[in-house]
């Protein structure tokens, strides 16, 4: 079996980070405003909204001073590939958005080569339709999601945990997997659960325990979900795994 590592360009070795080397990819997650909706968990309650149709995005900073930056955007492009575009703040003005020369058709993961005054945005080119942000002193902006495109992939563990003791907020985690990414636009239904298990107090942590890799087929999605039984819930996600080709 080949490790799948032309994503990163580097030899069998490659990562989610590109500034932290890993055999495979490693997402870590942790969302304070987890509802009693079931949603996807997203990095400190940062907003995320998906690509509704295929298109170019853009990156622009909240302080015009952010110039020197390069933002990476990984995600899905219009052929069905995962692709990842490293995009440079503009050099006069960091509030200017620059325009990606990729089409994506869904976005993954975001993450900035060097710390930033503002806040840095990623949104769609057509109507600057926002997709999602990097806070300010952060470098990544995470979502608990795997896009594998043309890949497949191995989740090799996962855990979860509630960050804030609360009687009135434990936390149902679902780690699922969806045949099909387009249901990133729809997850509600049509996915299969890996995992799943209940948080009740501050430091519960649910373990895993994937004794052997789970395969998921090429094309899909792995996303983590919380419920909490009340708003603003507060939870942290940690899924490990690998993609070969």
Not at 90 to 108: C, L, P, Q, V
Not at 179 to 197: I, T
Request: proline share 2%; glycine share 10%.
């Amino acid at each position: 079996m080949n490790v799948y590592a032309e994503r990163y360009g580097v030899e069998s070795v490659y990562n989610r980070a590109k500034q932290h080397d890993v055999v495979g990819w490693h997402i870590s997650v942790s969302d304070a405003d987890i509802d009693a909706t079931a949603e996807l968990i997203t990095q400190l309650a940062t907003t995320y909204a998906q690509l509704a149709a295929e298109d170019e995005v853009e990156v622009l900073s909240s302080a015009a001073g952010d110039i020197t930056q390069t933002i990476t955007v990984f995600g899905i492009n219009n052929n069905g590939k995962y692709v990842s575009e490293d995009i440079t703040i503009n050099t006069t003005a960091g509030t200017t958005a620059t325009t990606s020369s990729t089409i994506f058709r869904y976005i993954d993961y975001v993450e900035s080569d060097l710390e930033c005054a503002g806040t840095i945005t990623v949104r769609r080119e057509t109507g600057d339709t926002f997709i999602t942000s990097i806070p300010i002193g952060q470098l990544n902006a995470g979502m608990a999601q795997h896009f594998n495109g043309e890949c497949v992939s191995y989740i090799t563990d996962w855990k979860a945990q509630l960050n804030e003791s609360s009687s009135a907020n434990p936390i149902d985690f679902e780690l699922r997997w969806y045949p099909d990414d387009a249901d990133c636009l729809d997850a509600g239904d049509g996915y299969m659960v890996l995992d799943r298990g209940s948080a009740f107090a501050s430091g519960d942590t649910i373990i895993g325990g994937i004794e052997q890799p789970i395969r998921c087929p090429a094309g899909g999605w792995i996303a983590a979900y919380g419920t909490g039984n009340a708003a603003n819930a507060s939870g942290s996600v940690k899924i490990q795994g690998y993609d070969v080709r």
